[in-house]
Structure formats: structure tokens, C-alpha cells
């Protein structure tokens, strides 16, 4: 199987050695995660003889949407479900994952509900407790902290804030008790001080899984998606993509600052239950 | 050696964003972070505070000669040459600035030494209720004891506070005057703002100013001895390089307003002293921008932009910010950082006279120059976020606006534009937090 996949690679190599014009949009900053996954991708596809116009749009998602909405030549588009063009509520910006657009799922980030200060998970659920939350700017996210205090009778105020410097600020300051976020259990801040992720809401509280459709999509997905390409160059830059993630020590040491999961596979069968997985959590 | 490097690297940063109008920290960090994604964790830290520091002292003579803010920390400055005593003392106020941004370092950087067993104990500052009762009263200052009438004043104010609320709040998921344009989506871009009010207007002022210093023969002297000059201001000084230390703890807030408030309080305990109000503003500035640093150096938390972009550019090269790897460092980045100091001080007063030589020398063409320089900042950062037309509109529509308005005091306005976000997200947690 594996002689006949590395094949098939190498003809797919070969076929689409030939220079071709691809638009790359960056809908977040020059400097962020993003970037990193944009500025490696992008390596590969130039070695590949793609000539590869980066686009980056710092944060102005409605500027990264018009450039993916208007453009007329093979297109990819790296974004994170916590961007505005991942964001549903977002009527501006959002754009929709499809079966068919959908070229890489990346990675994934779990959400933990930590401390932030002295105050442990004994102390939330006492009754008739009282505490500050920050949460992200995310009403499911913010209604289920309050459920799950409820079924506590424990009282929760929630904070939205949506930089990670601005809750970090609120934290050293003393401000709140507890921090629900996307990628902070492997922080120097919050390490050792997370009780549970979104991933193991269904064992820990099996009274909250009338909220599950919610909780299942709280983690941050990052993912590519495309458009303008025929399926063997997608195909092709499956594999092209793979084998950066697979190879690139700069994305290694991200995924692992990050604490982020990355999905590997070796068939396109093994890929096609990935994708299933990407879309029960999306 | 490592550390020697980032300073000699950091002075000559620092010369280009206190020189250049529109080059920023942050811009300045986009530019140097293909070398800083490969060094140690001190060496862009050292860079970082040695560059900041040199283009204070810098920035100092853009707006002095050009009449252009080189920083947004230099508008109360610029808003004080258009006071005649300072220009028949520009000489002086050359000197006084530039020993006024040296001392604050100095002690700026003591009072860092002496207390860092301390600061990474205390976050008062860093509480919702703190930030938010300075930057109210920095507000409350900034509209009543402007140039203005205190209603005009507040029309400013409101009129920048909207203007800095258009775009898309992704906290309330709410657009604030956007008319479904995607530029507008993003929200009124800083840079073009501030050049096209202060600017822009400055050079038609300057038009008449290269004339006049053909004419003067370019004498930029002292009226009275050096040690006399300081010792006369050596009161607002302190005083000054007190206020700017405090307020550059206030997180999003105080370095932003930080001249500014040394200003304001100058102006009441010296009020016909322009002189002193113009050290008061550039001193405290310089210590604003030392104390700026003590969250990030001890609780790793940024609190303006450039830190903001500092903490990302970390992870790239796999640095995590830890104290604990800059604490055997901290005395040579102390003496380092001092030396910077002394030389950014020396070679800013020794270059007051060839700067403007060279103004004069190029005479009429000074101010196309400065324009084409402005222009292409401006349009350089636009083009790197795709958006080179709409910051050239901004800095069109600014433009005019600064010369319908350039007599009047836009301080209110700049600083509604600029602090508007930070605050109403500091009134919203401290809504939820305490009621």
C-alpha cells in the first residue's frame, strides 16, 4: 500500500511541476500563528514550482474575505475557527468550511477551564460559591460556564475578553478566579492549574450533554481551504502539506508551545475519516 | 558580546523611528524581526528597550525642526511650538529636551534597579479600577486644559471617540458605522491619522520656516549656560521623570498619555514657562517609556502594541519569555541601556545643527521631501496590509482636516481616536467586575 501511495505521490509531483500563480491569504498578523503555517506552506508549494503571492490582512477579516470572495485564480486561505472568518455569529466575515473547499485540517487546540489565582476546582463547585470567569468573546462558550455553575448552585460572572495579553493582565492583577480559553494548559501561567478541556466535557459532566452539539465545536480548529485548483493538484498539495507539517522543526516546536493536536495520516481513506472528524467539530 | 550587539543594533533602530515621521516601534519591529526570530531572548529584549529609548531623543528633533510628530508621544511638544517663546529659545529647548529625556532615563532605570525584587510582586497598577481612574483623569485633563474652549474641546473629543469606534468590535460583535466596507470593517488606521492632522498642516508651516532659517543664518545657540539652564529646570525634571514613570505602568493607557499628563501638570504649577512645560512633556515621555517595560520584564505581560508585537515575534524564534533567563543579565542590560542613553544624548544635541543645516540647504525642497517620506510610510504599512489606497484616503482626509482645524488644539481629538477602544474595553470589565 505504502509502495503504491508513494507512487501515485511522485506522479502527482511530476504532474504538477509546471509554474503556476496562487493567492495565499493571511486573514491574521504578519507575526502570528498563522503566519508560521503561511510562511512553511508556502516554501513547499515555491519548491513545487507554485509562484505563491502572500496576502496578509492583520485581523481585518472582512478584507481577507473580500480577497478570498474575489479571487479569480487558485486560492488558499489559512484561517482558525476563532478568526472572524471562522466565526458563524459573523455575518461579515464568515466563510463557510465545505466538504469541497476544505483542503487541510491543521491542527486543533483544546479549551481548558484553569485557575488563576489560589482558588481550585473544589471551590468552584462548592455551593453558593461565588466567581469571575474570563471567557472568549463567544456567547455558547459564555452560557455553558454559566450552566455549569448553575448546576453547581454556584454563582459565575463571566468576562469576555479576546486577547490573551489582555486576560493575562486581568490575572496578574487578581482580577478573576478561573480563565476558560483556547491553548492555555501548556502556558507557564496556567500549567498545572487546569482542571478539564472541552474534549473530556462528556466524561466529567455527563448531566451538561444537552449542551454537547456547543461544547464539541469549542476547541480552535485551524485549517486551509482553497478554491481553483483541479483535484489532482489538490491531491498533490495534500501531501505537499502533510509532509511539511511532518518535517518542518518550526511547526514541531509550535504544535508544541501551542499545545495543539495535528491529525497525521497515510491513506486518502485514513484522510476522508479525518475530514468526517473535522466536520463533527466544526 | 550578544548584548553589545542588540544595543549598537537598537541605537541605530532607534535614530530611524525617532527620525523617520510614521516609523514606529511596531513598524520598526516588522522590519528587524527576521533578525530578531534568530537571537536570544535577551538580545530582543535589549534591542527592544535600547531602540525605544534612542528614538525618544530622536523623535525630540523631527518635531522640534520639522514640526512633525516623530512620535505620538511628541504632540503636546508640537502643540507648544506654536508658542513664540519657544521659538526664540529653540536652542535651548534642543538642550533641555534632550538632558530632560537623559535624566528621566537615568532615573527611570534606578528606580527599575533598586525595586525589582519588589515588582514582580506588585500589580495594583495593573487592577481594571486603576487603569480605569487614570486614564478617566487623564481624559478629564486632556478636555479641560487644552488650547481650547472646553466645549470645543469636547466636541473634539467626541468627534475622535467616534472616530476611533468605526470598524468591527469582535468582544460585542457589533459594526459601528461601517456601511458594509470592508476597509472601514478594520477599523480608522492610526499612522494616517495622526500625519494627516499634525503633519501635513506642519508643512505648509514649514514653508515659512525654511525661509526664516535661511534668513536667521540657522544659529541655534544657548541663551544662557548649560548648567544654568538645568539647574532652572531641574524641578520638572524630576518631577517628570516621577509622573512618566507612574503613568507608563497604566496599562493601554499611560504611555500613550504620558507627555501629555507631565504636560497638563507643568502647566498648572509653571504656567507661563513654556520652556519647562516642553521638558515636562519630553521628560516624562522617556521615563514612560522605561517603566513600560516593568510589566513585560517581570510579569511577561505586554502592554502597548510594540510589546504586543515583541511577544509574538518571541515564539517564532521558540523563545518563551521568562524572567527568570533575563535576571543574570539585568545589571550589563542596566549599564548597557545607560550608555545607549549617553550616546543617543550626545550624538541628538550634536546633530540639532546639521539637521537643520541640511533643512536649509535643501531649502524649498525640504518639505517635498519630508512629504514623499510621510507618503511612503504611510503607503509602505497600508501596502503590507493590502490596504494602500485606503490609508492614502485616510491620510488625505486627515490632512484636510488638521488644516481646517490647525488652530486649534486636536490633542482631545488624537487622544479620544487613539485610547477610545482600550477604554471602553476597560469600562465593560469594569462594569462586569464590580456591578
Known amino acids: 500500500m505504502k509502495l503504491v501511495f508513494g507512487l501515485l505521490f511522485s506522479l502527482l509531483i511530476a504532474t504538477s511541476a509546471f509554474a503556476k500563480d496562487v493567492l495565499f491569504i493571511n486573514g491574521g498578523s504578519p507575526t502570528g500563528t498563522n503566519s508560521v503555517y503561511a510562511r512553511e506552506i508556502i516554501n513547499q508549494l515555491q519548491e513545487l514550482k507554485f509562484s505563491v503571492d502572500l496576502k496578509t490582512t492583520n485581523s481585518n477579516c472582512a478584507l481577507a474575505k473580500n480577497l478570498w470572495d474575489f479571487s479569480d485564480k487558485p486560492t488558499i486561505f489559512v484561517m482558525g475557527s476563532n478568526d472572524g472568518t471562522g466565526q458563524r455569529n459573523n455575518a461579515v466575515c464568515f466563510i463557510e468550511a465545505t466538504r469541497q473547499n476544505l483542503l487541510y485540517w491543521l491542527n486543533t487546540s483544546p479549551m481548558s477551564f484553569c485557575s488563576a489565582g489560589s482558588k481550585t476546582w473544589f471551590d468552584f463547585v462548592k455551593p453558593g460559591s461565588s466567581h469571575t470567569v474570563i471567557t472568549m468573546p463567544n456567547d455558547s462558550q459564555e452560557k455553558f460556564i454559566h450552566d455549569l455553575a448553575k448546576s453547581f448552585d454556584a454563582k459565575v460572572k463571566t468576562i469576555r475578553v479576546y486577547g490573551y495579553n489582555d486576560a493575562l493582565t486581568m490575572v496578574k492583577a487578581g482580577d478573576v478566579d478561573f480563565v476558560f480559553r483556547v491553548g492555555i494548559h501548556v502556558t507557564s501561567e496556567f500549567k498545572d492549574k487546569c482542571f478539564w478541556n472541552h474534549a473530556e466535557i462528556d466524561s466529567t459532566f455527563p448531566n451538561m450533554q444537552k449542551s454537547r452539539l456547543d461544547y464539541m465545536k469549542f476547541g480552535e480548529q485551524m485549517f486551509l481551504i482553497s478554491k481553483g485548483f483541479s483535484q489532482l493538484e489538490i491531491q498533490s498539495l495534500r501531501l505537499q502539506i502533510r509532509n511539511t507539517i511532518r518535517s518542518s522543526e518550526e511547526i514541531k516546536k509550535l504544535v508544541l508551545r501551542r499545545g495543539q493536536t495535528v491529525y497525521d495520516w497515510n491513506s486518502v481513506e485514513e484522510h476522508d475519516k479525518i475530514v468526517e472528524k473535522f466536520f463533527e467539530t466544526y | 558580546m550578544d548584548l553589545t550587539i542588540a544595543t549598537i543594533i537598537g541605537i541605530f533602530a532607534g535614530i530611524l523611528v525617532g527620525l523617520l515621521p510614521g516609523f514606529g516601534m ?276 505586554a502592554i502597548i502594541p510594540s510589546e504586543y508585537l515583541l511577544l509574538e515575534i518571541l515564539p517564532l524564534g521558540n523563545k518563551a519569555f521568562s524572567f527568570s533567563l533575563m535576571q543574570p543579565y539585568l545589571l550589563s542590560m542596566f549599564i548597557l541601556l545607560m550608555i545607549s542613553n549617553v550616546v543617543s544624548f550626545y550624538f541628538s544635541w550634536n546633530c540639532v545643527r546639521p539637521f537643520i543645516r541640511m533643512i536649509s540647504s535643501f531649502n524649498n525642497t525640504i518639505p517635498l521631501v519630508i512629504i514623499l517620506t510621510i507618503v511612503s510610510c504611510v503607503g509602505y504599512i497600508g501596502g503590507e496590509y493590502q490596504q494602500f489606497q485606503y490609508y492614502m484616503i485616510v491620510l488625505l482626509a486627515s490632512s484636510i482636516f488638521g488644516l481646517l482645524f490647525r488652530n486649534f488644539d486636536l490633542l482631545p481629538f488624537a487622544y479620544a481616536f487613539m485610547l477610545q477602544n482600550n477604554f471602553e474595553q476597560i469600562l465593560y470589565r469594569l462594569l462586569k467586575l464590580y456591578f
Not at chain 2, 466636541?155 to 472616530?163: A, K
Open chain 2, 26 to 301: 511596531s513598524t520598526c519591529l516588522l522590519l528587524f524581526s527576521p533578525i530578531l526570530i534568530s537571537q536570544s531572548l535577551v538580545f530582543c529584549i535589549m534591542f527592544y528597550c535600547v531602540a525605544s529609548s534612542t528614538s525618544q531623543y530622536f523623535g525630540s528633533i523631527t518635531t522640534l525642526a520639522l514640526k512633525i510628530p516623530g512620535e505620538t508621544t511628541s504632540l503636546p511638544l508640537l502643540e507648544l511650538m506654536k508658542d513664540q517663546r519657544i521659538q526664540n529659545r529653540i536652542g535651548d529647548v534642543y538642550f533641555l529636551t534632550s538632558f530632560g529625556s537623559f535624566s528621566a532615563s537615568l532615573i527611570s532605570a534606578v528606580l527599575i534597579l533598586i525595586s525589582f525584587e519588589y515588582l514582580s510582586s506588585i500589580t495594583t497598577y495593573l487592577k481594571t479600577y486603576a487603569i480605569f481612574a487614570c486614564s478617566l483623569i487623564g481624559f478629564i485633563l486632556c478636555i479641560l486644559f487644552s488650547e481650547n474652549k472646553i466645549f470645543v474641546s469636547l466636541l473634539l473629543f467626541i468627534f475622535g471617540w467616534i472616530v476611533g469606534k468605526i470598524g468591527y468590535d469582535i468582544s460585542t460583535n457589533e459594526n459601528f458605522l461601517t456601511f458594509d466596507n470592508v476597509y472601514l470593517y478594520g477599523g480608522i488606521p492610526t499612522l494616517p491619522i495622526i500625519m494627516g492632522i499634525y503633519a501635513i498642516p506642519g508643512l505648509f508651516k514649514m514653508f515659512s520656516y525654511v525661509r526664516s532659517v535661511e534668513k536667521q543664518n540657522i544659529e541655534i545657540y544657548l541663551t544662557e549656560r548649560k548648567s544654568v539652564l538645568i539647574l532652572k529646570n531641574w524641578k520638572t525634571m524630576v518631577v517628570s521623570s516621577f509622573v512618566g514613570f507612574i503613568m507608563g505602568l497604566i496599562p493601554y493607557i499611560g504611555n500613550g498619555m504620558s507627555s501629555y499628563t507631565s504636560y497638563l501638570l507643568d502647566k498648572k504649577t509653571n504656567k507661563n514657562d513654556a520652556i519647562s512645560n516642553a521638558v515636562a512633556s519630553e521628560t516624562a515621555n522617556n521615563s514612560a517609556n522605561l517603566s513600560v517595560l516593568i510589566p513585560l520584564l517581570f510579569l511577561g505581560i
